[in-house]
């Protein structure tokens, strides 16, 4: 049976549960390529894993967008990655 992890949200709503295999994968990612870049939008993050997915011909099962904005919330909730204040289309950046 698939392991699962328990996901939480920055503002304490309601979270959902997925594969620890997929959330560690798009955890790992999202670090590394914010940690290379400094600071990035959603749609940055999301436009870098899926070139890199597509490079590597990492098959992906499910909804990408889905699956990294769940995860982008988590990272934030966790105090992995933060909100960057007023900027606009939004940006994140890793805790150090």
Known sequence: MDQRVRLKHPQR???????????DLLKQVMVKYLHAQGKATFNEILSAIEKGFKKERTEF?????????????????RKVIKRVASTSPQEYVLIR
Do not use: C, F, H, T
């Open 13 to 23: 709503k309601k979270a959902v549960s997925m594969s620890k295999g997929k959330y």
């Open 61 to 77: 099962q499910g909804s990408l967008p889905w699956y990294v904005e769940w995860v982008k919330l988590d990272l934030e909730a």
